[in-house]
């Protein structure tokens, strides 16, 4: 008995073994350490906040400081009276960050469907490697302090760092189909982990020197990354003469490499030949619009359940460096490199569930397991003692469980959601659905990042555990109708797979 065709099961490494060449290695590489440098300049600024609150307030507060005299010329440079308003005040340029960086990604995913992406991703790395050595180098170089500047700087920077994912994520959808798609997403997506390792590294070897040096190296690096870009990154295939995604497929793999792993695989034929854009004489498919984006199945759903994982995923990505210091007494540079052990999880994580998710040929059940045991290990991780090698340990498990989910969604499924039926796999959409998708995750962690700070000075590090635990909730709550369908999907092509035999 054969199987119909939404529920026949495609080899996952089929397209890809079969259609990767050098270019294939080239794309992945570039695109892959062009967003970890973006990440690893965000790192900078995380695994520093401990020294620039120090250099914020007067040293009079410090008690690892000499007291100097005469004290108005010391501390001249201080902004703050004591350091709970320095650390509040570096949770809202998390916030404005993330808020900026969330407005930009709904723009920037629009321009990067209708202009050269690796003209939009050069330029927004280069800018933003010289927004963040204003910030970090420049300012402390001329002993020029100001909260509104830094504010403003902190607005540029999220604007221009918004170019980066809506655009590799868009290349990469451009050059990898379906095929395999889970795991090479899953593997790629470490790039964020990777970068914030790298930042964390960079930070912790010349910290020792002064806080300006950290933002230095990694704009310095980005910079010269944002250069190769220019010149070495490809876009699509046909800049190489190769065939676009699934031109030399047979049909039926064709129209599977296009159909979304969360889309209904029941539909009629009718509603599949349906298409949001209109057909282009000149076979140059117009890009999406912004409110038609919205309007694919998936994309809103997946968006605020991003929303509520991002929230989590970014407080331990801003805040997990002070958290060591803060709650241990740990010093600086050794809660900078300890910190690196989440990321590793998520690396981790994000590849293994993301090949689960292709032998499935689903991902919302994936995402809910891995989400039902990240509360587990949230739990868990908010009583892990004062011991170095167990707090790793357990840091690992929740960047597994927490990073990978969102790995997933950030990357392979936004990846699913561009490519769809209904835009007829049209590279156009990509950036838009990704843009809208991680903005929208972005705002969410906006928010996040106040709530933290606010939560964490006024009721303890505790309650902030059990707030994160309930934004996991949320995300499995949101994304809840995805895993029924998909789950009714696997259970159905089962029993059509015994009647088969």
Same mark, same amino acid.
């Given at each position: 008995?054969?199987?119909?065709?939404?529920?026949?099961?495609?080899?996952?490494?089929?397209?890809?073994?079969?259609?990767?060449?050098?270019?294939?290695?080239?794309?992945?590489?570039?695109?892959?350490?062009?967003?970890?440098?973006?990440?690893?300049?965000?790192?900078?600024?995380?695994?520093?906040?401990?020294?620039?609150?120090?250099?914020?307030?007067?040293?009079?507060?410090?008690?690892?400081?000499?007291?100097?005299?005469?004290?108005?010329?010391?501390?001249?440079?201080?902004?703050?009276?004591?350091?709970?308003?320095?650390?509040?005040?570096?949770?809202?340029?998390?916030?404005?960050?993330?808020?900026?960086?969330?407005?930009?990604?709904?723009?920037?995913?629009?321009?990067?469907?209708?202009?050269?992406?690796?003209?939009?991703?050069?330029?927004?790395?280069?800018?933003?490697?010289?927004?963040?050595?204003?910030?970090?180098?420049?300012?402390?170089?001329?002993?020029?302090?100001?909260?509104?500047?830094?504010?403003?700087?902190?607005?540029?920077?999220?604007?221009?760092?918004?170019?980066?994912?809506?655009?590799?994520?868009?290349?990469?959808?451009?050059?990898?189909?379906?095929?395999?798609?889970?795991?090479?997403?899953?593997?790629?997506?470490?790039?964020?982990?990777?970068?914030?390792?790298?930042?964390?590294?960079?930070?912790?070897?010349?910290?020792?020197?002064?806080?300006?040096?950290?933002?230095?190296?990694?704009?310095?690096?980005?910079?010269?990354?944002?250069?190769?870009?220019?010149?070495?990154?490809?876009?699509?295939?046909?800049?190489?003469?190769?065939?676009?995604?699934?031109?030399?497929?047979?049909?039926?793999?064709?129209?599977?490499?296009?159909?979304?792993?969360?889309?209904?695989?029941?539909?009629?034929?009718?509603?599949?030949?349906?298409?949001?854009?209109?057909?282009?004489?000149?076979?140059?498919?117009?890009?999406?619009?912004?409110?038609?984006?919205?309007?694919?199945?998936?994309?809103?759903?997946?968006?605020?359940?991003?929303?509520?994982?991002?929230?989590?995923?970014?407080?331990?990505?801003?805040?997990?460096?002070?958290?060591?210091?803060?709650?241990?007494?740990?010093? #600086? &540079?050794? =809660?900078?490199?300890?910190? +690196?052990?989440?990321?590793? *999880?998520? @690396?981790?994580?994000?590849?293994? %569930?993301? /090949?689960?998710?292709?032998?499935?040929?689903?991902?919302?059940?994936?995402?809910?397991?891995?989400?039902?045991?990240?509360?587990?290990?949230?739990?868990?991780?908010?009583?892990?003692?004062?011991?170095?090698?167990?707090?790793?340990?357990?840091?690992?498990?929740?960047?597994?469980?927490?990073?990978?989910?969102?790995?997933?969604?950030?990357?392979?499924?936004?990846?699913?959601?561009?490519?769809?039926?209904?835009?007829?796999?049209?590279? #156009? &959409?990509? =950036?838009?659905?990704?843009? +809208?998708?991680?903005?929208? *995750?972005? @705002?969410?962690?906006?928010?996040? %990042?106040? /709530?933290?700070?606010?939560?964490?000075?006024?009721?303890?590090?505790?309650?902030?555990?059990?707030?994160?635990?309930?934004?996991?909730?949320?995300?499995?709550?949101?994304?809840?109708?995805?895993?029924?369908?998909?789950?009714?999907?696997?259970?159905?092509?089962?029993?059509?797979?015994?009647?088969?035999?």
């Amino acid at each position: 008995m054969a199987l119909p065709g939404g529920l026949r099961r495609q080899p996952a490494d089929r397209g890809l073994v079969s259609h990767c060449t050098h270019h294939h290695i080239v794309v992945f590489l570039l695109t892959f350490f062009s967003y970890s440098l973006l990440h690893a300049s965000r790192k900078t600024f995380s695994n520093v906040k401990v020294s620039i609150s120090s250099q914020w307030t007067p040293s009079c507060l410090n008690s690892t400081a000499p007291e100097l005299r005469p004290y108005e010329l010391w501390n001249s440079s201080h902004l703050f009276p004591n350091a709970e308003e320095a650390t509040l005040f570096l949770g809202t340029l998390d916030t404005i960050f993330l808020f900026s960086y969330a407005v930009g990604l709904f723009v920037s995913g629009i321009v990067g469907d209708r202009l050269n992406l690796r003209c939009v991703l050069s330029f927004g790395m280069c800018s933003s490697a010289l927004v963040v050595f204003f910030f970090g180098t420049l300012t402390e170089w001329l002993h020029f302090y100001n909260k509104w500047f830094y504010c403003c700087l902190w607005v540029v920077n999220g604007l221009l760092q918004s170019t980066g994912w809506p655009c590799v994520v868009a290349v990469m959808g451009n050059w990898f189909g379906k095929a395999g798609r889970g795991f090479v997403f899953g593997l790629w997506s470490a790039c964020a982990s990777m970068g914030n390792i790298l930042g964390a590294f960079l930070a912790s070897c010349v910290l020792k020197y002064g806080y300006e040096y950290a933002f230095l190296v990694t704009a310095s690096v980005q910079f010269a990354g944002g250069v190769v870009v220019f010149f070495g990154l490809l876009t699509s295939p046909k800049e190489v003469g190769l065939p676009e995604l699934g031109a030399d497929e047979d049909v039926s793999v064709e129209e599977d490499a296009n159909r979304p792993l969360m889309g209904s695989d029941d539909a009629d034929d009718d509603d599949r030949n349906y298409s949001i854009q209109a057909t282009d004489t000149d076979n140059q498919p117009k890009a999406i619009g912004f409110f038609q984006a919205c309007c694919l199945p998936g994309v809103v759903l997946y968006s605020l359940a991003y929303a509520c994982l991002k929230l989590v995923n970014y407080s331990f990505f801003f805040w997990l460096p002070f958290y060591l210091s803060n709650n241990f007494g740990w010093k #600086e &540079a050794e =809660a900078d490199q300890l910190s +690196i052990w989440y990321d590793v *999880g998520g @690396i981790i994580g994000g590849t293994i %569930q993301g /090949l689960i998710s292709d032998v499935l040929q689903k991902r919302a059940p994936v995402l809910a397991i891995s989400l039902l045991f990240a509360v587990g290990s949230l739990f868990g991780y908010s009583r892990s003692p004062n011991s170095k090698p167990i707090n790793a340990v357990i840091m690992a498990i929740t960047g597994f469980f927490i990073g990978g989910p969102s790995n997933m969604i950030s990357s392979a499924i936004s990846a699913d959601l561009g490519r769809q039926d209904l835009v007829k796999g049209s590279s #156009e &959409a990509l =950036a838009t659905v990704t843009g +809208i998708v991680d903005g929208t *995750g972005s @705002i969410g962690a906006a928010v996040g %990042q106040y /709530l933290v700070s606010l939560i964490q000075e006024n009721l303890g590090w505790m309650w902030v555990f059990y707030f994160f635990i309930l934004m996991t909730s949320s995300t499995i709550l949101f994304i809840s109708p995805l895993i029924v369908r998909e789950i009714s999907l696997l259970l159905q092509e089962r029993r059509l797979r015994i009647l088969a035999e």
